[in-house]
């Protein structure tokens, strides 16, 4: 079994309870797995009275890591920059995420996973997909922050030449009449290449097109083209998929590696995620003070609950503990209590899960006192 990297879609949806999340330093040694696993059962024991409640006792949730572990050892590869690791385990689920920044090392048990730490650096909707195009290799990528991987394309042309075989293209001239100032005579002035060039490279690009649309379909994520330059306005003519962007990577993607193509995508990613924010919090400030918007916690909990949260703002900083006890009721603590969620993360979770956005703030861009803001659908 591989262990992938989790996207916030799972990590969101509902599992068996318990779910564990532990968060520790990744000062892991060269062959030092077992050690880690040593670390990761100590800190499991340290959160043993959070089981209470649940149908798993601490001995249990350690059996199940250690059955999950030796995937982990197999498929271990490195993780440059990596300063973090979390562990998020139920019964029916396993994943780990590496992270750029230290975490301090805790274990949250409760009835969903502790996401939090990760929002402040890993944005929620930062899945996307590359198309390598140039005349010889058609390659389509996944990939997020942390990197990209390949993705199979049924029945597309792997080359230019390879989609032209047995076609016929008539050659056309780009023509227009001028008159010499000499003679005054008209004329036909022939000029440019040869149009049949732009045509074969349209017919390749739709062929393209169409493998990439079935590939890709009832996907939302952005679509960045990395080619040179003269082919992307071409490209465009023959695309269908409704999220392809106008920026693109500039250049021949066969000299580049995975990791360079990958560094600028993300570049361009980043960009449009930051713009996006931008956007949803304008829409926030033009409806403050209405009925659109709350930061009122108990509301936002319940209007989450409801599907009704179309974007969510939390601060970088600070927990907030209790209970949604029903749809319509959140009980609020003044610090954790046994059977308690954290709050804001549950806020969280109940607006991806239900196909909101979640965006982490700097606390002074909150209203005055405000633990979370949030945009309602209606």
Request: hydrophobic share 40%; with cysteine.
């Given at each position: ?202 017919h390749f690009f739709r062929d393209i097109d169409r493998g990439v649309a079935a590939s890709l379909k009832g996907q939302q994520a952005p679509l ?155």
């Amino acid at each position: 079994m591989e262990i992938k990297e989790p996207e916030y879609s799972a990590l969101a949806a509902s599992h068996e309870q318990p779910c564990i999340s532990i968060f520790m330093s990744d000062n892991t040694p060269v062959g030092g797995m077992k050690q880690v696993l040593t670390r990761l059962k100590n800190l499991l024991k340290t959160a043993e009275s959070s089981f209470q409640g649940f149908a798993m006792t601490v001995g249990e949730a350690e059996d199940l890591l250690k059955s999950h572990w030796r995937s982990v050892q197999d498929n271990e590869p490195v993780h440059p920059g990596t300063e973090g690791v979390a562990i998020f385990m139920s019964r029916n689920f396993f994943g780990r995420c590496h992270l750029p920044v230290a975490a301090i090392e805790r274990v949250v048990v409760g009835r969903e996973f502790f996401i939090r730490p990760l929002l402040a650096f890993v944005p929620t909707n930062d899945r996307f997909f590359v198309l390598a195009l140039s005349q010889k290799h058609v390659k389509l990528f996944e990939g997020s922050r942390r990197g990209i991987r390949e993705r199979t394309m049924k029945e597309v042309p792997e080359s230019l030449r390879e989609d032209l075989q047995g076609l016929h293209f008539e050659r056309r001239y780009q023509m227009h009449t001028a008159s010499s100032p000499a003679s005054r005579q008209k004329g036909a002035v022939y000029h440019g290449p040869s149009l049949d060039s732009k045509d074969r490279l349209v017919h390749f690009f739709r062929d393209i097109d169409r493998g990439v649309a079935a590939s890709l379909k009832g996907q939302q994520a952005p679509l960045v083209v990395a080619s040179v330059d003269y082919l992307f306005p071409i490209y465009k003519e023959a695309n269908t998929y409704p999220h392809l962007l106008e920026e693109m990577v500039t250049g021949n993607p066969d000299l580049l590696s995975p990791y360079a193509l990958h560094a600028a995508s993300w570049r361009i990613i980043e960009k449009q995620l930051s713009e996006t924010r931008a956007r949803a919090f304008a829409v926030y400030q033009a409806h403050a003070n209405s009925s659109r918007t709350s930061s009122n916690l108990r509301k936002v909990v319940t209007a989450a609950e409801r599907g009704l949260v179309r974007f969510l703002f939390l601060p970088s900083e600070g927990e907030q503990w209790g209970l949604l006890a029903d749809p319509e009721t959140v009980h609020v603590h003044s610090g954790y209590e046994p059977g308690d969620d954290e709050l804001l993360n549950l806020a969280a979770i109940l607006t991806i899960r239900r196909g909101g956005h979640v965006y982490v703030v700097p606390p002074n861009e909150l209203p005055e006192g405000a633990e979370v803001t949030a945009v309602f659908r209606f």
